[in-house]
């Protein structure tokens, strides 16, 4: 039986990702910080795949390794882990953020990701051969943007920390990607604007934006490729979005 171990199950990508798995009958690890989500997900893909769901909040460290762990045997053999757990706060200029925020930002997508990983590596290298991990980055690792400060720095990190991965998981048959989704609706803008809807509908109103479903099929697309392929990296914008000129300062 095939195994996913998905964080940050409760909204966006990672709920859409565990549908499109429980579709393939594939069995789930479904973690977030939210038990009613969790819950409530359980209740609708239980029918389709064996599914179990932990609360976790992956920036505490000592809760990650007691929940790997402790996976009941029918879920412990892990073969895919999905990184998904992550948030921006904040789109204020660097000098008028908040560094408690900032430290949310890595304790969560730099610390949290880590962590989770490290402790699920000697399962995935005991799976071997076809087990992927696929990390959550985003544009923002690659294209700086006004405001974007940490959450930036947190994605590029994330894409640097999947390539060294590689070079060391190199010889297990563990396969690592950087799947880098630009605009996307979810409730990362909610999250992001601590809850502001105008925010929310001025930055997808009219374009199209990726949908978390668009992700999901894709995550499903990476893990299930012949186990002699790995994506290294994969950025994916809706067609509606594209750079922009660099901007000059003018006194
Ligand atoms: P959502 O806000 O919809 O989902 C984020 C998920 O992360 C939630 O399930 C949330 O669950 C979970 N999460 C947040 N903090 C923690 C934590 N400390 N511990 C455990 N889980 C946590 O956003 P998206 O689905 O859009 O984002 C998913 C990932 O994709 C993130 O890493 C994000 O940075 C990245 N991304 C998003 C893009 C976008 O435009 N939306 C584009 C590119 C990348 P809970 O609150 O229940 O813990
Ligand atoms: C989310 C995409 O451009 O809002 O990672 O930072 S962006």
Not at 179 to 186: C, F, N, V
Not at 206 to 234: C, K, S
Not at 237 to 246: D, G, I, L, R
Request: charged share 20%.
């Amino acid at each position: 039986m095939t195994i996913a171990f998905i964080t940050g199950a409760t909204s966006g990508f990672g709920r859409a990702t565990a549908e499109r798995f429980a579709e393939a009958g594939w069995a789930l690890v479904l973690t977030g910080r939210r038990r009613e989500r969790l819950d409530e997900l359980e209740r609708r893909l239980a029918g389709k795949c064996p599914v179990l769901t932990r609360v976790l909040d992956v920036t505490d460290a000592q809760a990650v390794t007691e929940c790997i762990a402790h996976l009941p045997e029918a879920f412990r053999a892990v073969s895919v882990l999905i990184n998904n757990a992550g948030l921006a706060l904040g789109t204020a200029p660097a000098q008028d953020s908040d560094p408690e925020q900032w430290q949310r930002m890595i304790d969560t997508n730099i610390s949290g990701l880590t962590r989770v990983t490290h402790a699920l590596l000697p399962t995935l290298i005991a799976q071997g051969r076809g087990s992927s991990i696929i990390n959550l980055g985003s544009i923002a690792g690659h294209w700086p943007y006004p405001g974007g400060n940490v959450y930036c720095g947190t994605k590029a990190f994330v894409e640097q920390f999947s390539y060294a991965l590689r070079c060391d998981l190199k010889g297990t048959g563990v396969r690592v990607t950087n799947l880098a989704p630009g605009l996307s609706e979810s409730e990362f803008t909610l999250v992001r604007t601590g809850g502001d809807r105008a925010a929310y509908d001025q930055l997808y109103q009219g374009a199209d934006p990726i949908q978390p479903e668009d992700i999901a099929e894709t995550i499903f697309w990476v893990a299930n490729l012949p186990a002699h392929l790995n994506v290294n990296q994969m950025e994916i914008m809706p067609v509606s979005q594209a750079w922009s000129p660099f901007s000059v300062h003018r006194d």
